[in-house]
């Protein structure tokens, strides 16, 4: 890679109009030379002023794609760039003034790795948040893989690895990085590159609606779904509050057992998410009533959309329910 490479930024958006305009600020915040950047906002087919908001920022460049998932915006984004290192960054993320010049440097040392950041809690975060992301407000845990809040790499290697994949709904940033680890490409997680999240789901309803959303990327690689151990989980969830109810017809000892081993599930998921934390284990078990009844309606969320998956296999499958 050329010394003082030229860094795209490309930000997909869907109905954005809360948060696009703080984003594009903090971008403009940088104590990066101006001149090195460019900022490419790609509009999902907002119905709200996205658009509107991102104009007002003369020199961003702004396009449409109404008609692609969030892989295929990212893609076309990459594709009209002319930066030599591209940086995906999520609509309702904000980077910090330095941020830019810790990726330049990262890059530097390793040009053909990937490199990733976190998700930091903003200031004064609302229960849900708080208890979601179990962090203090500015801190943040590194993921386990890519997040599309917070990515970077140089065009070649993004190109090697052939983009992000366009036929999922979701989880196009872990497909990518599992990719980029298959293809020998390292990884790099790192707090230099963590960025602060505006838009946590703050409502219960909306945390629900946002876990339907994720699940519908089972639908799309169903046989990829039945080996995650989150889907399993799921299906196991469903499968135990059902048998327990119709055993408990005939059996009512039996059935309440059932019942109560599938509503102890989400507890792996919870007990998952503390050891992952900074939070604690004596800080984690005055908490862990709310923990725990987050990874539930994390359950129930992605467990409504099950209907669907089951369709989806069968109809890979060339049978009909």
Not at 79 to 85: E, N, P, R, Y
Not at 88 to 94: E, G, M, R, S, V
């Amino acid at each position: 890679m050329r010394s003082n490479p030229k860094f795209s930024f490309i930000i997909p958006a869907f109905n954005e109009e809360k948060y696009i305009g703080k984003c594009l600020e903090a971008i403009f915040a940088s104590d990066f030379n101006k001149s090195r950047y460019e900022i490419i906002v790609v509009d999902n087919g907002s119905t709200d002023a996205t658009i509107a908001r991102a104009s007002a920022f003369p020199t961003v460049k702004i396009s449409s794609a109404p008609e692609f998932k969030v892989g295929g915006v990212r893609n076309y984004g990459a594709k009209i760039s002319t930066g030599d290192v591209l940086i995906f960054l999520d609509a309702d993320c904000l980077i910090d003034k330095g941020w830019l010049r810790r990726a330049e440097k990262l890059l530097e040392s390793k040009p053909a790795s990937v490199f990733g950041g976190g998700c930091k809690l903003r200031d004064n975060p609302t229960f849900l948040e708080k208890y979601w992301l179990l962090e203090e407000a500015g801190s943040a845990t590194i993921p386990k893989h890519l997040i599309g809040a917070s990515i970077v790499m140089a065009r070649p290697v993004f190109e090697e690895l052939g983009g992000f994949d366009e036929c999922v709904s979701s989880g196009e940033d872990t497909l990518i990085s599992q990719k980029a680890q298959c293809l020998g490409f390292k990884v790099v997680l790192t707090a230099d590159l963590n960025v602060v999240h505006l838009g946590n789901a703050t409502t219960v309803r909306d945390f629900i609606r946002r876990q339907e959303w994720h699940a519908e990327s089972y639908c799309a690689n169903p046989l990829r779904s039945i080996k995650d151990p989150v889907f399993l989980l799921i299906v196991s969830f469903i499968f135990f509050l059902s048998a327990g109810i119709l055993t408990a017809l005939f059996i009512p000892e039996a059935g309440v057992i059932l019942f109560l081993f599938g509503l102890s599930l989400p507890i792996i998921l919870s007990i998952k998410r503390i050891f992952r934390s900074r939070l604690g284990l004596k800080r984690a078990a005055y908490s862990f009533i709310w923990i725990y009844w987050l990874d539930f309606l994390y359950v129930v969320g992605r467990a409504k959309t099950l209907g669907k998956i089951f369709k989806c296999l069968n109809r890979k499958n060339g049978k009909s329910l």
